[in-house]
């Protein structure tokens, strides 16, 4: 046997924070050095931070990513760990991984594709490495080689593919497996969607058993730079078996999750398949390390994934955990001293409430009360907290804003569940301020505004009017405030801009309403992980949603506003991600809501392409969002769409003329 101790790194890294994501990946070495770890893999980029976005045109990010490389090598005395950084070769930009040695620079590795869909803008930075074989680049005087090259260290062979690198049908792995390589590494910057986790055990269960290796996967972790979200997760495979995997989206600083291989069973499976092989002059070159590989002890494999993901609840279970660690590292890094939300009652803002307290828990759960604390040693407020309920009522200020069109149910719905999360809870009564507006303009006018001619208006202003007081409890408390709208409202722009948009983060702009409403129902029967639920819901799932702008008796509710959520989201998903014509979602529609009639789907697919395209200029002005799937309206990093535009009037009118 050949025994090796590998490891999958992963680190919560801040893009530009030098001397903090040193210290991280420092930590992430020594624990792995502690796990008796000889071959370690650490994420893409986790030098520099992956989302330094046009930072990477700065030379002083390059300057202080090698400064921070070379500051590295002496903590991997003894060991070979891979980091990620960016680097500057020939006047072009590189996304590379530096293979260290026993505290020395062994080699890089340049990415060959770059992720330049969704969230990802790589092309705008980077240059692919498309040539064979390898140039050098010079450290201290010495001269290293970068570029399509594999390492022999000792008598192990190390090749990389770079996160995108396994995403594509022409990987490296299918080179590197000509040349015998027995250990393929990945670092990572793979940001979270529903359901990815499978698509990415499939590339790594499948790389290691078509090329005969072990895999290692290695991936950021956390909010990193505001709108991605990293899983984390490390991954380890050998001849298409997983032999150790990490837990999802921690509270961590860094982890590493270790598995002992055999590197001659995966010599055995490349001997049995009998295939092609290459010689150095066709493939780049192998860079030759003297290193001594510790005899250990073999080690049982047993992959445990954490019980919640096999829950028959997992994308709930993802939604909420991934909500949380993203407020929580987005507040902490951010360094405002928790969060404030207009909570009227209804489900957008009662979830973003659920999620705040729900951090709490987990981070204390997960971290201890004094760890908690510790990572959040900033805020003095909560420094001498000694309950979770006591950190909540410092940390999660909620305000109720009535107005004389609010209900009873939205208020008692506010107030119940303010109460049961320990929220501080403020009743304010708006009404006044809203009056004065409205009197204001209409003695400016010559005319009182009244519901038949001004509806918009009157409806604008009284969630306008709500801003300046939920802003001034945001400023009074150093805090963030969270804007409540969600990804069905931007769609169509079903909100006031500089109202219910008010906010510094809007955390569920990416999550659309229907979904949201399943996932409070869910927290209040089931509940995160089957023990944290909150039947306090009941009160906010009861209602129909409402924005509750015009008069009681006029029975306001979005639905009716709009059209059916489902409906709404599926025209969304249809026409905005999947690019379709009118038409087409009309027949789409058509097929899957037979119980609607063909004039009332008409002038859904109609209502949903006007307001579109009226309202990108909303869009544009929305506070940041997470990213959560691969359905985001987001128009700076997502779905760019012209703010003026025709209108799609031709495909409407071809929609007008069908039977």
């Not at 055995?268 to 192998?286: E, N, R």
């Not at 959040?376 to 909560?382: C, D, P, R, T, V």
Request: contains cysteine; negative net charge; charged residues 25%.
């Amino acid at each position: 046997m050949k025994l090796i101790k590998v490891g999958a790194g992963v680190v919560n890294q801040t893009p530009l924070d030098w001397e903090g994501n040193f210290q991280r990946i420092v930590g992430a070495i020594e624990q792995a050095r502690a796990q008796g770890v000889s071959l370690l893999c650490l994420p893409e980029l986790c030098i520099s931070g992956y989302g330094c976005e046009d930072a990477f045109f700065a030379p002083n990010t390059f300057r202080q990513s090698l400064k921070y490389l070379l500051a590295l090598r002496p903590h991997t005395r003894g060991m070979v760990v891979s980091v990620g950084l960016p680097l500057l070769v020939q006047n072009k930009a590189f996304n590379c991984a530096c293979l260290l040695v026993d505290g020395n620079i062994a080699g890089f590795v340049a990415k060959k594709f770059l992720a330049g869909n969704g969230i990802h803008y790589e092309p705008r930075w980077f240059t692919p490495w498309t040539q064979e074989g390898y140039t050098t680049v010079r450290i201290e005087g010495k001269d290293y080689k970068v570029g399509d090259i594999y390492f022999r260290v000792g008598d192990i062979k190390i090749g990389f593919e770079i996160c995108e690198d396994a995403w594509v049908a022409n990987r490296p792995g299918r080179q590197l497996y000509l040349h015998g390589i027995d250990v393929i590494l990945n670092p990572s910057a793979s940001h979270f969607a529903f359901g990815k986790l499978e698509v990415r055990k499939r590339f790594i269960l499948d790389g290691s058993r078509a090329f005969g290796v072990t895999y290692v996967y290695s991936n950021l972790l956390g909010n990193e730079a505001g709108r991605a979200i990293y899983d984390g997760g490390g991954i380890i495979a050998c001849n298409g078996q997983l032999i150790a995997v990490g837990e999802r989206l921690t509270f961590d600083d860094y982890n590493v999750t270790p598995a002992v291989i055999d590197v001659e069973l995966s010599r055995l499976a490349q001997v049995q398949m009998q295939t092609q092989f290459a010689v150095d002059k066709d493939f780049g070159h192998v860079v030759e390390v003297d290193f001594n590989f510790p005899d250990i002890r073999p080690e049982a494999w047993h992959p445990q994934e954490a019980g919640w993901e096999h829950s028959p609840f997992l994308k709930e279970e993802e939604f909420a955990r991934a909500m949380m660690l993203g407020l929580f590292d987005y507040m902490r890094k951010s360094r405002s001293r928790g969060f404030v939300i207009s909570l009227s009652g209804g489900a957008d803002s009662s979830a973003i409430s659920v999620l705040c307290r729900m951090l709490i828990d987990e981070g204390i759960r997960q971290l201890g009360l004094d760890g908690f604390k510790q990572k959040l040693s900033y805020f003095q407020a909560i420094q001498d907290c000694q309950t979770a309920d006591e950190i909540a009522q410092k940390m999660i200020t909620v305000a109720y804003q009535a107005t004389r069109n609010s209900s009873e149910t939205t208020r008692r719905a506010a107030e119940e569940l303010a109460k049961a999360i320990h929220a501080k809870y403020h009743y304010l009564d708006v009404d006044a301020i809203i009056q004065q507006y409205i009197d204001l303009i209409s003695r400016s006018i010559g005319r009182p505004l009244n519901w038949e001619q001004d509806d918009l208006t009157l409806q604008n202003i009284q969630a306008r009017g709500r801003a300046p007081s939920i802003w001034m409890l945001a400023n009074l408390k150093n805090a963030l405030l969270l804007a409540t709208s969600n990804r069905s409202e931007a769609a169509v722009g079903y909100a006031t801009m500089d109202g219910d948009t008010a906010g510094g983060l809007s955390p569920i702009a990416g999550i659309d309403k229907a979904y949201l409403r399943r996932w409070l129902r869910w927290m209040e029967t089931e509940g995160l992980g089957g023990r944290y639920r909150l039947p306090a819901l009941r009160y906010v799932n009861e209602q129909q949603p409402t924005a509750e702008l015009r008069p009681p008796d006029s029975k306001q509710t979005d639905e009716a506003d709009l059209m059916p959520y489902e409906v709404l989201d599926d025209i969304e998903e249809a026409a905005i991600r999947d690019k379709r014509a009118p038409v087409d979602c009309y027949r789409l529609l058509k097929e899957k809501y037979p119980q609607y009639d063909a004039a009332t789907i008409k002038e859904w697919v109609k209502k949903f392409f006007r307001l579109w395209c009226r309202n990108q200029w909303k869009r544009e002005r929305y506070a940041p969002s997470f990213h959560l799937d691969d359905a985001n309206l987001d128009p700076k990093t997502w779905c760019r769409f012209p703010i003026l535009s025709g209108g799609f009037e031709v495909e409407l009118r071809a929609l007008d003329e069908m039977e």
